[in-house]
């Protein structure tokens, strides 16, 4: 089988100011006075945060998940261009709020294995920073490498992991994941009004609650298929979309 592959547009490039603490201005701001024109991730959810309750509203009710929600998972998936939202309650029980297209990736099935190789990585990650000056927008910075990604780069005696993956709005990216602007707002606000600590992001080569993994790229290594089994018994936690 041919690996699926992606029309790659341009870099994604990580913008300055990117933020742990939802409510920093920036990370240079312990640093240095706020660049002028710069915005701080408090000021971005009061810019947005009203239109996103209303654009989300109706979703929520439809789950019956209390709107910001306790906890959230992402799950990408890469052949299908679909990057799904999933929301718990104080008790914990996962249900589907929505789907967002993915409008722009790129690279084959398979991992993110070095800087430039223009693949979206695959594994569970978490939001490690918001950026409210994105180049694109809006964006969410994953944890890659994370620590699975980095022991088997040593494994294998890779360098160079590469790094700055993002979620973000507009519709081009090479190495991250742009789903447009609106869906960049709606998932900036949402981490910030849920906490970064409460969000897991599952990114899989596709949907593996309903479909068997397509056969990869020749010379990818052997560590991938245990990477996907644990991969499918996280996806196969949540349930798919009717």
């Known amino acids: 089988?041919?690996?699926?592959?992606?029309?790659?547009?341009?870099?994604?490039?990580?913008?300055?100011?990117?933020?742990s603490n939802p409510w920093a201005a920036?990370?240079?701001?312990?640093?240095?006075?706020?660049?002028?024109?710069?915005?701080?991730v408090r000021d971005r959810v009061s810019e947005y945060g009203e239109i996103v309750r209303q654009r989300l509203a109706p979703f929520f009710l439809a789950a019956r998940i209390p709107?910001?929600?306790?906890?959230?998972?992402?799950?990408?998936?890469?052949?299908?261009k679909t990057l799904e939202l999933h929301a718990a309650g104080a008790d914990g029980a996962f249900k589907f709020v929505r789907a967002y297209p993915i409008l722009a990736a790129s690279g084959v099935l398979g991992p993110k294995l070095r800087q430039g190789d223009g693949q979206v990585p695959e594994g569970i990650y978490r939001i490690e920073l918001l950026n409210p000056n994105s180049r694109f927008h809006l964006s969410l910075r994953?944890?890659?490498?994370?620590?699975?990604?980095?022991?088997?780069?040593?494994?294998?005696?890779?360098?160079?992991?590469?790094?700055?993956?993002?979620i973000h709005g507009n519709a081009v990216s090479i190495g991250c994941i742009a789903v447009g602007d609106k869906a960049a707002e709606d998932l900036f606000v949402l981490a910030a009004l849920t906490g970064l600590k409460n969000i897991?992001?599952?990114?899989?080569?596709?949907?593996?609650?309903?479909?068997?993994?397509?056969?990869?790229?020749?010379?990818?290594?052997?560590?991938?298929?245990?990477?996907?089994?644990?991969?499918?018994?996280?996806?196969?936690?949540?349930q798919a979309r009717q």
């Open 67 to 80: 709107y910001p929600p306790a906890r959230l998972v992402l799950l990408g998936f890469k052949l299908e």
């Open 26 to 40: 920036s990370a240079g701001d312990a640093r240095s006075e706020k660049p002028k024109g710069a915005r701080s």
């Open 200 to 238: 897991n992001v599952i990114i899989s080569p596709v949907d593996l609650r309903v479909r068997e993994l397509p056969a990869l790229p020749p010379g990818t290594p052997q560590w991938v298929g245990t990477l996907h089994a644990t991969i499918k018994r996280e996806v196969l936690k949540y």
């Open 142 to 166: 994953l944890n890659y490498p994370n620590d699975f990604d980095r022991q088997q780069a040593k494994r294998d005696d890779r360098k160079n992991l590469g790094g700055d993956i993002m």
């Open 1 to 19: 089988m041919k690996p699926f592959r992606y029309n790659p547009v341009v870099f994604c490039l990580g913008a300055a100011f990117l933020v």
